[in-house]
């Protein structure tokens, strides 16, 4: 949630700090700001409320300046406007600051420091910077100093940027939680929430950890701990193709996303696969799984219901029973363990807050864990004992697509693995169907036709629908009803078929859209008997089978693949029925309402 950037060296900073905040404003979008300091180290700040467009229309093309700080907002505290909008600066104009993460003791910070000082925004992070001015006027403090006896006084999380504006060719980064990269060049060094922010200026990184500050010029990158112990740490090279970035011929990222996961599921094939080509996962993984007696999957949003498939996998597959929490509750109401848990993190991002914050109880408890996610070096990754990459690409839109694939397919991966581990016979050859599932998934991309003209004649107008399904078709219609009520903002819900009758039902009146998701031979005459009781009170009905199962009636008949990745087929008309239903609404696809892509605070 939320980006920052910050660029100090030999270019004009104002397009660098623009386009990167365009890269990140899919993390948040409420407001916009940067501050700039010109060749006669005069600052300028621009702030806008919405977009970065906005922003860009307000910035003065006529500055030159080379060194300067930006960001992209999600409100915590304070509503979206200019003046809660970053950076923020001290009353004397001292300093300038931009932030990512929820200071949790600020009302303690201004009570006990600030209660004289007259506050420009409602936010928690002018709190942050009024408090650097503070320690440098009242206590005389220079301002590394200053800086740093503000991170020890501040509670929560944090990514800073900070401009000493009497000294503006030196910018300032500290972090708690929240993360923080460093980049290097020649001639000049950046600050950046996301390495995806700056690849195109460079593709060599720090990690910044909790608890140091680094001083960045244009020349020389200075890492210490609070203590002033000087911190020496290598860059890594950044493997991101700046060219992933963009939507190409597309008109939203979302349409991208969906369209790339029959490539996404053929790369997993080959990322997964040894030289003779059996699929193969780090043997330490697979003891772990075989030495615990219950697996745990933690997740949020997309990333849970994709756990749920997971569930199904890695129990019918290796025998070993599984759990499916959602992060948040976990974290606050932990159900009793078994003696040999063994914890999977599923996150696209890798830096949602509610997942870490269990991350974090386990690895306390000594606990073994996974964590799935697609961002190499993300918090979840580093932070768990072990990774597993999904090879998606970056996901931009908002609305997960091929993360939740790309999630469930490296989950029958490893179920595979530990199978064959543990001398069970796996009852599907993973590889062989993953490949047949990318054809299928084409099959129904190239359908996407009927897909908006179902959008059209279903949900064009509705303010509510349901999805309905049963066994592994109950866990596709939560993630159906999640991706249409995020994007389109129809008023959706996922439910067991079976349950419709104990009480749901009761919502169904004349053109309510009810859509059933039939691929399951065992329980799907069940959902067609409860699409008939839904038709006769006077449902919308769409019904989408799968070959073989299938009826004159249907909507749609998906391609046929294995039954225990059904979900990998039938979540696609589901996505392609939400994009098109949020594009026929008007609404802004890649950046719905109110959410953002990663979550970082709780
Ligand atoms: C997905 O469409 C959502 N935007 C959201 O539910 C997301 O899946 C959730 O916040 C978890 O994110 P993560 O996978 O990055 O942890």
Redesign the pocket.
Known sequence: MCGIVGYIGNKDVKEILLSGLDTLEYRGYDSAGIYITDEANQGHLFKEKGRIAALRDKVDNSISAFSGIGHTRWATHGIPSVENAHPHQSTSGHFTIVHNGVIENFEEVKDAYLADVHFHSTTDTEVIVQLIAWFVESEELDTIDAFKKAIVTLKGSYALALVDNENPNTLYAAKNKSPLLLGTGEGFNVISSDAMAMVRETDQFIELMDGEVATLTKDSIKIEDLAGEIIERDSYTAHIDANDLGKGTYPYYMIKEIDEQPAVMRKLIQQYQNENGDLEINESVLSEIKESDRVYII?????YNAGWVGKQLIERITGTPTEVHLASEFAYNTPLLTKKPFFIF???????AD?RQVLVQVNKAGYPSLTLTNVPGSTLSREAKHTLLLHAGPEIA???TK?YTAQIAVLAILAECVAKYNGVDSPLDVAHELGIIANAIETVIDDHEIFERLSVTHLSTSKNAFYIGRGIDYYVVMEAA??LK?VSYVQAEGWASGELKHGTIALIEDNTPVISIITDKVSGPHTRGNAHEVISRGANSMIISMEGLDRQEDAYVLPKVHDLLTPLISVIPTQLIAYYTALHRGNDVDKPRN?A???TVE
């Open positions: 997740a949020c949003g997309t990333s599923l996150s696209q991002s890798g830096e949602t997942s908002v609305a997960s993360a999640l991706k995020e959410l892509k990663s979550v």
